[in-house]
């Protein structure tokens, strides 16, 4: 095999050489500029109060109002506490078909600041209670109406379990716009459009997507869930980090959930929802019934069957092998258990309060070498006579007239909805919820007609959020992450970083896809094989073989020289004068026996 080419290795390591320089010179420039003035400044305050630790841990970012989107619905973040009473609706009501105890809306909200926050003064609504009901909302500034083709509707915010979830729901509601709306009054019998949002108890983890749709016949509302998103949710849960949850309803009815800005379920209203939006044409009629003679047995017992007149019913299954004979050497007086000869009566044993003392049993030891103790019965076997229950056999039956099923009947509620993304508008928002885990973290609840505003929004809020809670956790960086940083502000170190890798494969692919060598240079190969190891040449006749056969010679004479430390006189004339003798096309036979002789050592010449 050949090596790899001396300029291929000194290209890599220089490659890799540049890419460790630089990478040290990054670290050097995320080290404080005057890092030895603080370590050496006795009398700062602040070095006293870290107790010189070196490795604290980098200021948290300050939050920044972002730019709320023209024409937003409802667009809510929090700068201070005061903004819960003054933005938000806490509920007074109770809830139906309850005990008392559990009927109040008595959890307890707050807008602070949380104490996972990786941003300072990123204020924030905490549901602060646990197994409680929780119940708060506020009005839209403006309804909304799902009136116009084109027109999305788009409805974004982040959720935080800060200890995680257990059991308990962390989705919206998005209530029906009505007069009648009273939010002091809002409880789970509270009309609502939509409902979306995540939700987990147990192992039973959910991305919820219903909507509320109103059969314009019959006047009856039902709930249509969205089907369940194929990624696995289970880490948004329990991972405490902030995650971003968006819905996307068009006027084609095609809806879009997002998490963290990634796709995790999409489809149609008219396909994808359950129960479908629109009813089934025909339905079974509830007033059909099953006549009473109406057979479903497909087989029944043949009614002219007769059991056998030397069918035994009696005979058990198994008996008793009247062949067996008990094993030689069975013990039969010896018990399997014996007392424990080590045994001792604790001294504080008291006969008339703890009764007759008796020490424990353990295995007889005559038991273990022996192939049986105890009574020995013989083992049972199948009996020939055995033949159970008799029963007639099954035949078809003639009476037979298949499954019953009721008739089919128009559906007197069907109807063809083809625009389902018409909903009843929306007038508030609002979180109505009951949560074994406290801490559960709300913030940056948007409304918007248009994704690309909600997308600009997430720039400013959650984005920067993300990016701050992972750098304050470096434990939980990735190493993506960790190149990413690198890299941030040399970017030309990705091109170096593809050279390093994709180069060596590029090479590697050429060098094993190369064509096999030279005649020349495989001729000269098996030529210095042969030499090596004596192997025979065949007769071949060929000029080629001639001049093998001639090349081992000259290498059998050479090595006799080297015996006597110089080559002998005559020698290169001769070897001269072989060259020029080498034999033509067709003196084959003259080849061949050269090629013969030349396989055994020359005598030495005097």
């Known amino acids: 095999q050949t090596a790899m080419p001396h300029s291929m290795k000194l290209l890599l390591l220089a490659l890799l050489l540049l890419l460790a320089t630089e990478w040290a010179a990054g670290a050097e420039d995320a080290s404080p500029p005057d890092a030895e003035a603080d370590v050496s400044d006795e009398d700062d305050p602040a070095d006293d109060k870290a107790g010189g630790d070196a490795t604290a841990p980098p200021a948290k970012p300050v939050f920044t109002p972002p730019k709320v989107p023209a024409g937003s619905y409802y667009a809510q973040f929090f700068t201070a506490p005061s903004n819960l009473a003054e933005q938000l ?9 309850v005990d008392s105890d559990l009927s109040k809306y008595d959890g307890f909200w707050s807008v602070e600041v949380p104490e996972s926050s990786a941003i300072d003064a990123d204020f924030a609504l905490v549901l602060k209670s646990k197994a409680k009901h929780h119940a708060v909302s506020a009005k839209l500034a403006k309804p909304f109406a799902f009136d116009q083709p084109g027109k999305q509707f788009v409805m974004q915010y982040e959720v935080k379990f800060q200890n995680g979830m257990d059991c308990g729901g962390a989705y919206v509601k998005l209530l029906t716009d009505g007069p009648g709306m009273d939010l002091k009054e809002f409880n789970d019998k509270t009309p609502y459009t939509i409902m979306f949002g995540p939700d987990k108890c147990g192992m039973d983890h959910k991305l919820h997507f219903i909507l509320r749709h109103k059969n314009p016949k019959s006047g ?7 089907k369940k998103p194929k990624a696995d949710l289970d880490s948004y849960f329990n991972d405490k980090r902030t995650h971003l949850y968006t819905l996307v309803l068009n006027s084609d009815n095609s809806f879009e959930v997002y998490v963290d800005r990634s796709l995790v379920n999409s489809g149609s209203l008219l396909e994808d929802m359950q129960p479908p ?3 089934p044409k025909e339905i ?6 099953k006549p009473a003679d109406w057979d479903e047995r497909e087989k029944i017992p043949d009614p002219k069957a007769v059991k056998p007149d030397d069918w035994d019913e009696t005979q058990p299954e198994f008996i008793e092998d009247a062949e067996a004979v008990m094993p030689q050497g069975w013990l039969v007086d010896e018990p399997l258990t014996v007392p424990d000869p080590k045994a001792e009566k604790p001294k504080d044993w008291d006969e008339d309060m703890d009764g007759s003392w008796e020490p424990a049993q353990v295995d007889n030891p005559k038991c273990k070498e022996a192939p049986g103790c105890g009574p020995w ?3 049972k076997v199948k009996n020939p006579k055995y033949k159970g229950k008799w029963s007639a056999p099954m035949i078809d039956n003639p009476a037979y007239k298949g499954i019953w099923k009721p008739r089919v009947i128009p559906n007197p509620d069907y109807f063809e909805d083809k625009e389902p993304w018409r909903f009843a508008p929306i007038g508030a928002i609002g979180f109505e919820l009951w949560s074994m885990n406290d801490g559960v973290v709300f913030d940056n609840l948007l409304i918007v007609d248009r994704k690309s505003l909600a997308d600009d929004f997430a720039e400013q809020t959650w984005t920067v959020k993300r990016e701050a809670e992972r750098l304050a956790d470096p ?6 992450d960790a190149v990413r940083d690198a890299t941030k502000d040399r970017p030309w170190i990705w091109a170096v970083l593809l050279m390093v890798i994709a180069l060596p494969a590029v090479l590697l692919i050429v060098y094993c896809c190369r064509g096999s060598p030279a005649p020349a240079a495989s001729q000269a190969s098996q030529a210095a094989r042969r030499k090596k190891t004596d192997e025979a040449t065949p007769d071949s006749g060929a000029p080629a073989a001639a001049a093998e056969s001639k090349a081992n010679l000259e290498s059998d004479e050479d090595e006799d020289g080297d ?6 006189d005559g020698e290169e004339a001769e070897d001269d004068e072989g060259e020029e003798a080498a034999p033509a096309k067709g003196d084959s036979a003259k080849a061949g026996n050269e090629s013969g002789s030349a396989r055994k050592r020359a005598p030495r010449k005097e």
């Open 89 to 97: 609706v806490l509920s007074k009501s109770k809830k139906e078909g």
């Open 563 to 568: 015996e006597n430390g110089e080559p002998q």
């Open 475 to 480: 434990g939980a960086q990735s190493v993506v």
């Open 377 to 379: 019965t013989r083992p």
């Open 220 to 226: 009856k509302i039902e709930e249509k869930h969205a």
């Open 277 to 279: 939006v629109n009813p």
């Open 284 to 289: 079974d009629d509830p007033n059909d019934k």
